[in-house]
């Protein structure tokens, strides 16, 4: 931080208004690695101190970045700079494999891992009866220090062997593929809302703080249901890419 405002002088007779100019020079730290993904920043006190800025001014800064995505607030940590966002392309991949491929190493904490009978409303994706038996585990998914999502996951019982060494080792399509069974193809329904308690608590964020929804059906090659997949994420930590066409 020091370094990231070194010698900085917002200029106090410009049109454009100081709170404007504080957070370019932030934004501009970011971007070019002053400040690094993921490191804390002072207080708005201390900040607006440096800068010759009132602290609502300040606060009023920092708003504007955590708007635009560039820095998050952490419960009982404070204000940080976001982690570089995942970039997922709409294709059938796990965020386990995007996360390597964009070399960030993923850590998994597995929540929970049981054999139920299966809900009325997840049987019927998966072409099942009510009741049926299903394997349900809920993991943390984990990028350095950054917890970025929360996973819900229903698969067919005796589907492949799952273990939970291996739900903390590699990814659900990692098993797929390692028991024989390929995911060939998926519907999946992106959204947004506000954080619950036990997103706030496992992902680290303010109670009602934006999370992106995902879920996801996926089949194998004979359009046999094989995943029902419930996730949640910080929205700032992602975002998605497709290609449109005039048909």
Known sequence: MVDALDGVRLDHGSPVPLYHQAAQVLEAAIEDGRLARGSKLEGEVELATRLGISRPTMRAALKQLVDKGLLVRRRGIGTMVAPRPVRRSVALTSLFDDLKEAGREPRTRLLSLERVPCPPDVA????LEPGAPVVRFDRLRVAGSDPIALMHNVVPDGL?????????????YELFRSGGVAPNVATQRVGARKAGAEEAELLEMGLGDPVLTMTRIAYDANGRPIEYGSHSYPAESYWFEMMLVDL
Not at 124 to 127: D, F, W
Not at 160 to 172: A, F, S
């Open 124 to 127: 019927e994706h998966l072409g």
């Open 160 to 172: 492949v062997e799952i273990r939970e060494e291996d739900l903390e080792r590699t990814g659900l």
